[in-house]
């Protein structure tokens, strides 16, 4: 069945600080695992790629590394060389041409790394907490690709944590640099910024540890940093509060991002982006126990992300559960899914053997309603 555009919620348009998105439907930020090498650099393929998405009311780029001790996994883009910011800016020019606007997730791995992608220098923690079981996409000197487990992390020291607070400040400038609209911080999946929010990755007994206020500091000291250099309406936050793969296991989620909420809030950011990031693995979904940690205290435009079908998405946004929703696999594989959804389907199915790494099959080559 068609809906117009005047009865469904996922076409109003919606102003989210300093963003104005022309409709309610954001492509979620997905690893493909096609940077160019070496280099790690953005290419016309990428592009092309995010060119085809540009309907969405907001484009979120692919989590990328803000130096190269922050890379985790290979293939993955970068924002903090002077080559990564040009191929950065092939994309933006062309999700601009499409009509699009477009924001950089920033990230750093933390503790789900492996030396081999920084030689020299050991994985970055809050503490010296091995992850048993976690394991990151590798590609050896013959080229061939495979998961391995991760290297064990080292605490990070002030001067770590000093530094890399430079690196957010650095690659910020590099992302505006590069023609983006903003940035998103990336706090949630056991990377680094959600590693120092959880109980268990973070034994610390400095500042930066023990209590809500202290696990809290370094993410909002990283937000400062990133807000001294992009107006607050021009940045977002991933969160995903009951995440549990990664080995991520905090003792009182509730509190934790209840406190993240009422803080960022006090920011004026432009969105708040939670996901409910284990029902991509069949879990329950969970999005209603989390927006309870954040309702009432995050006064920002809410965005959800989490398996959403246009269906459930609408009856969020009817519900007043938050105010856009993020997909993530549907749009990888309907590069024109707004469309799509105005006219009710029919939806390509996404093929996952090509999710990471590879050219343009299972990437730019999804057939359109045309």
């Not at 911080?185 to 959600?194: D, F, I, K, Q, W």
């Not at 120092?196 to 610390?204: K, V």
């Not at 990133?226 to 309406?233: F, S």
Request: net charge negative; hydrophobic share 40%.
């Amino acid at each position: 069945m068609t809906a117009s555009t005047a009865d469904d919620p996922l076409f109003a348009p919606l102003q989210a600080g300093e963003l104005k998105l022309p409709n309610r439907i954001v492509l979620a930020p997905l690893t493909r695992s096609r940077a160019a090498q070496p280099g790690n650099v953005p290419t016309t393929l990428n592009a092309e790629y995010y060119a085809q998405r540009a309907g969405a009311g907001l484009v979120i780029s692919e989590a990328t590394n803000i130096s190269e001790v922050a890379m985790g996994y290979a293939l993955t883009p970068g924002i903090f060389t002077d080559e990564q910011i040009a191929g950065w800016r092939l994309v933006t020019e062309a999700v601009h041409a499409a009509g699009g606007q477009m924001v950089l997730q920033l990230w750093h791995c933390g503790r789900m790394s492996h030396e081999a992608l920084h030689p020299g220098t050991p994985n970055m923690a809050p503490s010296a907490v091995h992850c048993d079981g976690c394991q990151v996409f590798y590609v050896d000197d013959a080229g061939q690709g495979g998961l391995r487990p991760v290297s064990p992390p080292k605490a990070m020291t002030k001067a770590d944590i000093d530094a890399t607070i430079q690196d957010y400040v650095t690659a910020t400038r590099n992302a505006m640099a590069a023609g983006f609209d903003g940035v998103e911080v990336h706090s949630a999946n056991g990377y680094l910024l959600h590693e120092f929010l959880a109980s268990n990755t973070n034994q610390r007994t400095d500042a930066y540890g023990g209590g809500i206020v202290n696990r809290v500091r370094f993410l909002f000291e990283v937000m400062d940093a990133v807000l001294g250099e992009v107006p607050a309406g021009r940045v977002g936050i991933r969160v995903s509060p009951l995440f549990t793969l990664n080995g991520i296991d905090d003792a009182n989620p509730a509190e934790t991002y209840g406190y993240v909420a009422e803080h960022l809030s006090r920011r004026g950011i432009a969105y708040l982006h939670v996901a409910d990031t284990d029902v991509m693995r069949g879990a329950e979904p969970q999005m209603e126990q989390m927006l309870s940690f954040t309702r009432g205290k995050f006064d920002g435009v809410v965005m959800l992300n989490g398996a959403y079908t246009p269906e459930r998405a609408r009856e969020a946004l009817r519900n007043n559960d938050g105010d856009c929703v993020a997909f993530g696999r549907l749009y990888l594989a309907n590069p024109d899914l707004p469309a799509r959804i105005r006219q009710g389907g029919p939806y390509n199915a996404p093929n996952p053997a090509t999710f990471y790494g590879g050219g343009a099959e299972g990437y730019t080559d999804y057939p359109t309603l045309e």
